[in-house]
């Protein structure tokens, strides 16, 4: 057996806890990366890993990504994530998720919860019945602040392509500039409606091809396969579906300047954000374009543990800053020859004291 602090993935990780609920069925990571600046904050991840070790790096490199992430987006909160270790049907119950609050709540407050993948508001209801140490609740109508980070994503990532379309290409507006969105999801479908009420022209693409072809109709794009997004040629390729795209072959096919989307994880390995520097390419750091959904959370979990309502114009503005934390990053890159993701993980460490 091996140790998960010999993991590679293994950065010092503040906690790293098992839980086990026998009457449940509920096996879950937390994995605390860095409290330096706050509680840890990130979703909890509920999927189906054939090898737990699989689980075990999952909590451990989303975790770190969080620290990264929260501290470039100014909030007060360290890195946190947990995975729930769903069985092959994907069981999941109220009892599994109220036993995992159970969890959270044992921490003290060290861990603040949300969504991740395979988790959604109604799964954060039932956490919240144990622990008061959550955020991504539903919220009452529409354009509220706070509940479904996936809008406030897609708006930190609009503002993201927009900033990254003026520093490589020196244009003000998206007007006519072409963008090809891999997955119209939550994030990619609201950063498609947000670019095309700016007159941009879109390729949009996703597995459930009828979603993309229904989502192109209506704002009148195009639509490419699946398997042929990557190498449409365009002014922006934005990925939000997958992570782990951007690998040896993805970024060879890749004919487009500028890379600026919302998966987390885009890069396959730490050296291919050089090798997209070297084509030329300009990168948008993931976590740090992806912030729009954390901010969210983080402001609302704030204000109801203040008890005071969430401002939608104070995540609106600190969304806005994204572009301005991006252009410093690029400037940087530009100067030092040094790609944008390492400058990124250069300015996040120091800010979280490493
Ligand atoms: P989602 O499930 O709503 O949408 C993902 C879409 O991608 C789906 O329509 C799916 O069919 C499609 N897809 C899956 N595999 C694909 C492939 N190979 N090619 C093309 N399309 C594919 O998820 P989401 O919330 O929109 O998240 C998208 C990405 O953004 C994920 O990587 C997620 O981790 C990341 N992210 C999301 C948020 C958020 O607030 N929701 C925040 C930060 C990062």
Redesign the pocket.
């Known amino acids: 057996m091996t140790a998960f602090w010999t993991e590679p993935d293994y950065d010092d990780h503040e906690l790293v806890q098992l839980v086990r609920d026998r009457v449940s069925g509920l096996t879950a990571i937390i994995a605390l990366h860095s409290t330096h600046l706050g509680p840890g904050a990130g979703g909890t991840r509920f999927w189906h890993y054939a090898d737990p070790q699989d689980a075990m790096r999952d909590a451990l490199r989303l975790s770190r990504g969080m620290s990264y992430k929260n501290a470039m987006a100014g909030l007060p909160m360290g890195g946190g994530k947990a995975v729930i270790l769903a069985d092959r049907e994907r069981t999941k119950t109220p009892q599994m998720l109220e036993a995992f609050g159970e969890a959270v709540e044992t921490l003290g407050g060290a861990y603040v919860t949300a969504?991740?993948?395979g988790i959604g508001e109604a799964d954060m209801v039932a956490v919240s019945r144990r622990t008061q140490y959550v955020t991504g609740l539903p919220v009452d109508g529409e354009g509220a602040a706070g509940g479904d980070?996936?809008p406030?994503?897609a708006m930190g990532i609009y503002h993201g392509i927009k900033a990254a379309v003026r520093h490589k290409l020196g244009k003000d507006s998206v007007r006519g500039v072409h963008v090809a969105i891999?997955?119209?999801?939550?994030?990619?479908?609201g950063v498609a409606r947000l670019l095309s009420k700016d007159g941009a022209k879109l390729t949009l693409?996703?597995?459930?091809m009828d979603?993309a072809a229904a989502l192109a109709d209506e704002l009148e794009g195009e639509t490419a396969a699946?398997d042929a997004?990557m190498g449409v040629a365009c002014d922006v390729f934005s990925p939000?579906?997958?992570?782990a795209i951007l690998d040896d072959a993805g970024i060879a096919r890749l004919d487009a300047p500028i890379v600026a989307g919302?998966?987390?994880n885009q890069l396959a390995r730490a050296h291919h954000g050089e090798t997209l520097a070297e084509r030329g390419i300009l990168y948008a750091p993931d976590y740090v374009i992806?912030a729009?959904?954390?901010i969210s959370v983080t402001l609302e979990y704030l204000a109801r543990r203040d008890g005071t309502a969430c401002d939608i114009n104070e995540v609106r503005k600190r969304i806005a800053q994204i572009p301005g934390r991006l252009k410093e990053i690029w400037q940087e890159s530009d100067a030092s020859g040094v790609s944008p993701d390492v400058v990124a993980d250069r300015m996040a460490q120091k800010l979280i004291g490493r």
Request: glycine content about 28%.
């Open positions: 969504e991740d993948v980070p996936g406030f994503t891999q997955g119209v999801g939550s994030v990619g479908g693409s996703d597995i459930d979603r699946p997004v939000n579906a997958l992570g919302g998966a987390n992806n729009g959904g954390i």
